[in-house]
Structure formats: structure tokens, C-alpha cells
């Protein structure tokens, strides 16, 4: 690690408003499956980064608040994502993370299987199928060709697409400060 972990005695007022918002927050509710806090009190993965610079992590821990929890897209589609970015950027703390999730909502073990070897998996809906396209398309071209734009806007709308264009960025920043931090 490149990054030294921040305990709750070491914080500025400002770190420890963050890391409350964090600990605290949405991501602390309901039944847990990573941890958000570390035995030594400091914020595992891509948290501990956000209180280098507070202002920025306020806005960025917000914008991945808002994406799982406040989005319309399926927990299936959100989860299988965010394992694809994982895949295309090789972030295991993301995998570790989301893998639980994605099993808890429903993806088996086989096609989270396929999303880590860089495939879209098999025998999804219509609109999850399209969703995971949208989401390959994203990760691999950084685009949508005006042919696919105009076929996944018919089959999920444009706002699934705003979502994951959000989703896939949100979690591409996160998965490359954890490789420059070597988180």
C-alpha cells in the first residue's frame, strides 16, 4: 500500500465528518457483507483514499451512495456492472466487495464466473441482457456506436444508459485510485 490508513484519532475535523458519513451512512445499514471499517478503526478500499482530500470524498461517496441506492437499476444489472468494471480493471478489492452482492441478488456463481473472464453471462432478461451490453460497451469503447445508442435507448431507455455511464465511471475512478494507492 502506497497509502497510510487513517484511524479515527489521526482525523481532522473534516476527515472525521467523511469518514462518519461513510461509517454511518446508507453502506453501514442492513446486513453487511465487506467490511466498511477495519479492526483498526480506519476505512477499507476505496474510503480510506476519499479522506486525503475531504471535499472531493464528500462528493464522490455521495455520487456511490446515489448510485446503489438511489438508482433504478437492478440490483442484477448494478452488481454484474460493477463486476465487469472489476474484471476490465482487474480491482479485487471491487470483486471482493461486490461479489457477495452480486450473489445475494441473484446472479449464480457460473455467471459471475463469466463477468470475471470478460463475458456478458447467458440467459438474462431482455433488458438485463441489453443493460450488460450497454455496460461492456462502456467499459471496453468508452462509447456507444449511434446504432447501439439507438437500440438500448428502445430496449432499457436513456436513462438506464445516464445511470450506467454513471456507474461505470464512478467505479472505473474507484478502481483506478486503488491501483495508483495499491489498495
Known sequence: MRLNRFTPEQ?????????DQI??????????????V??????????????????LGFA????????????????????GSILMVASKWNCEFERMAH???ALDCGLSSEEIDTIRAGGIPAGQTVIEQA??????????????SDEGFERYSALV???????????????S???????VFRV
Do not use: C, H, W
Not at 478500499?45 to 471535499?55: H, K, T
Not at 464522490?60 to 452488481?79: D, H
Open 11 to 19: 482525523l481532522s475535523s473534516q476527515q472525521q465528518l467523511l469518514y
Open 23 to 36: 461509517a454511518g451512512g446508507k453502506r453501514a445499514e442492513g446486513r453487511q457483507l465487506f467490511q466498511l
Open 38 to 55: 477495519g479492526d483498526d478503526g480506519a476505512l477499507e478500499g476505496p474510503f480510506n483514499a476519499m479522506l486525503l482530500a475531504p471535499n
Open 60 to 79: 464522490l461517496q455521495a455520487l456511490g451512495a446515489a448510485i446503489r441506492y438511489g438508482s433504478n437499476l437492478s440490483p442484477r444489472v448494478r452488481e
Open 99 to 101: 461479489e457477495p452482492l
Open 131 to 144: 443493460a450488460f451490453e450497454v455496460s461492456k460497451g462502456l467499459i471496453n469503447d468508452a462509447d456507444l
Open 157 to 171: 431507455g436513456q436513462e438506464s444508459i445516464f445511470e450506467l455511464t454513471t456507474l461505470v465511471g464512478y467505479y
Open 173 to 179: 475512478t474507484l478502481a483506478l485510485q486503488m491501483r
